[in-house]
């Protein structure tokens, strides 16, 4: 920055509305965590026309809105006002070259330099809409580039601000936790790609470094700063969700619990943070904990309802890992009511549910399985003309209903639990483990009495596949392998569950490298990420792979030749 006299004048004619713009936001963000989401939004939306700030975090709270409502008119809403957000932050930036320019770099105000980080956010942000909003390649193609220009931005400021010449502002530490939020998620987020679906995204040449983003985002969270709650969420939902659904099911939970500490000791009651003090605890196997935290979480707030749909989203997983069907089916009947999210899916696992109850034992309101394993597919969602890949699994799974006289499902309800990677949810716990063993068993002992049909070969390797994953928790490492391999030599019989293969080899690699037999567990990795094509979830389980090979390499410390 200049440091002339006309610059000076400048910088503290708008000093003031900048500073008293960030304390109004931290205000508002400071309500927003107490759930006090519709008093934070009133104290943003006066001044969002005139201050890049409040555009910014009024755009923020509608985005975070739709991203749980899942609603089009939401996520709509929440983009056109993001693009306004953005085209306030256009007027705030500087009309010349980048910040790659020495000259131009120094004589930026430090209002110029907040509405660059600003400017980079909201085009951030629209890439995460758009990708929520249509999941085509055309839409992957445009969110790519959106992150992309913002990555470039946030690259030229971070350079920026740590040359030699940069000198800072009174509200730099807004300034760099903004930096430290762009950059951290980008290196993040693109750590978790397999590299096809980069070069897709048009993100040919770029990787993301995870270490580095990791610790840029808990910089970020640990300063008190306007972005710190984005890069806390940001760090929680890696730990305690992405490692396990994208990952290979271990979640850094000692530092989500350190980090969660000071947001739970300054906002107690906030629904957010009980959110993921719930999602910890169940990590960690303490489910009757989890459940009381996810309960508390409904009991803070009733203004968003949406809050209510994750809490009652994770007491249904805690009450299947506790196999209360009934109770977990009365949080999935709750959701088909209330939630937007899929419908298909909670339809789907009522019906789930009811299936696993003993056939002479009376039904919640009534409802009968097969008639909503019929109902599944009229609930499907068309999002851009595309459905979420868990509703096509459901649809798929429920279509043998269709039937007159229809085959039931062995073990619905265990197999879309291996979908979330469940099973590593129960791994501390011996006895829901021993739980799930022996409703496997059951549903094999009535296979095997009944006659053979189309579909038995493929729910008995479904079964295989369940089983050895109980028998890794259990330590029987040798048995388990022998159910994987079971699964994976019946591959030319399978007739419908294609996704089983490349999953079973997915898991059998687990397991090796759990043995330290590294050169076997590389080799089905590169077998199940380019010899299956077109199975059902296939990018979670590609994503799944990739997770795999890079703990190996940064292991080992090698290049990964994927």
């Excluded at 730099?172 to 096809?196: C, D, K, Q, V, Y």
């Excluded at 209903?401 to 197999?415: H, Q």
């Excluded at 011996?430 to 189309?454: C, D, H, R, V, W």
């Amino acid at each position: 920055m200049s440091n002339g006299k006309d610059a000076n004048a400048e910088q503290n004619s708008s000093q003031m509305t900048l500073k008293e713009s960030l304390d109004e936001c931290m205000e508002a963000m400071d309500l927003f965590l107490n759930n006090h989401f519709s008093e934070s939004l009133e104290r943003l939306r006066p001044r969002v026309n005139e201050s890049m700030y409040h555009a910014l975090m009024y755009a923020t709270v509608l985005e975070m809105q739709a991203m749980m409502t899942f609603q089009h008119d939401d996520i709509s809403n929440a983009g056109n006002t993001m693009k306004s957000a953005q085209e306030v932050c256009q007027r705030f930036r500087r009309k010349s070259p980048g910040l790659g320019n020495k000259s131009v770099g120094e004589s930026l105000t430090e209002e110029q330099l907040h509405a660059e980080a600003c400017y980079a956010e909201c085009q951030l942000q629209r890439a995460a809409l758009t990708f929520l909003q249509d999941e085509n390649m055309v839409s992957f193609i445009k969110g790519g580039i959106k992150v992309r220009n913002s990555y470039l931005i946030y690259k030229e400021l971070h350079s920026f601000i740590k040359s030699q010449s940069f000198l800072k502002g009174p509200s730099h530490l807004h300034l760099e936790g903004g930096i430290s939020f762009g950059i951290g998620a980008f290196n993040l987020t693109l750590s978790l790609f397999p590299p096809r679906i980069l070069k897709v995204l048009e993100f040919a040449g770029f990787s993301g470094d995870k270490e580095y983003g990791l610790s840029l985002l808990r910089d970020g969270a640990t300063g008190m700063n306007l972005r710190s709650m984005l890069c806390a969420l940001l760090l929680l939902c890696y730990y305690t969700f992405l490692t396990f659904i994208l990952g290979t099911g271990e979640g850094e939970v000692a530092d989500a619990e350190s980090l969660l500490i000071p947001f739970r000791l300054r906002y107690p009651q906030g629904a957010i943070f009980l959110f993921f003090a719930g999602r910890i605890e169940e990590i960690k196997g303490n489910i009757d904990e989890a459940v009381e935290l996810f309960e508390d979480g409904c009991k803070a707030q009733q203004a968003w309802k949406q809050f209510h749909h994750m809490c009652y989203w994770e007491l249904m997983w805690c009450f299947t890992y506790k196999r209360a069907w009934k109770m977990a089916y009365f949080y999935a009947d709750l959701l088909s009511q209330e939630s937007r999210w899929s419908k298909a899916m909670y339809i789907y696992m009522k019906a789930a549910y009811l299936s696993m109850l003993p056939k002479d034992e009376a039904r919640p309101f009534g409802e009968d399985e097969v008639e909503l394993f019929r109902k599944v597919r009229i609930f499907k969602q068309k999002i851009a003309g595309k459905s979420p890949p868990t509703e096509k699994f459901a649809i798929r799974k429920a279509k043998r209903y269709r039937a007159p006289s229809p085959v039931r499902l062995p073990v619905p309800v265990l197999e879309m639990m291996y979908m979330w990677n469940g099973f590593s949810m129960i791994s501390k716990r011996p006895e829901l483990t021993e739980g799930m063993m022996q409703t496997l068993k059951e549903a094999e002992g009535s296979l095997l009495e009944s006659p053979e049909n189309e579909y038995t070969l493929d729910d008995r390797c479904v079964i295989h596949l369940l089983k050895g994953l109980c028998l890794k928790n259990q330590g029987l490492l040798q048995e388990a392998e022998e159910c994987f391999n079971t699964v994976i030599s019946s591959e030319k019989k399978i007739r419908f569950d294609h996704y089983l293969v490349p999953n079973t080899l997915v898991e059998l690699s687990l397991l090796y490298i759990h043995q330290g037999r590294r050169d076997k567990a590389i080799k089905l990795l590169h077998k199940a990420k380019h010899n299956y094509k077109e199975y059902s979830m296939e990018s979670r389980t590609q994503f799944r792979v990739h997770a795999a090979l890079a703990k190996l390499k940064a292991e080992h410390g090698e290049e990964d030749d994927t």
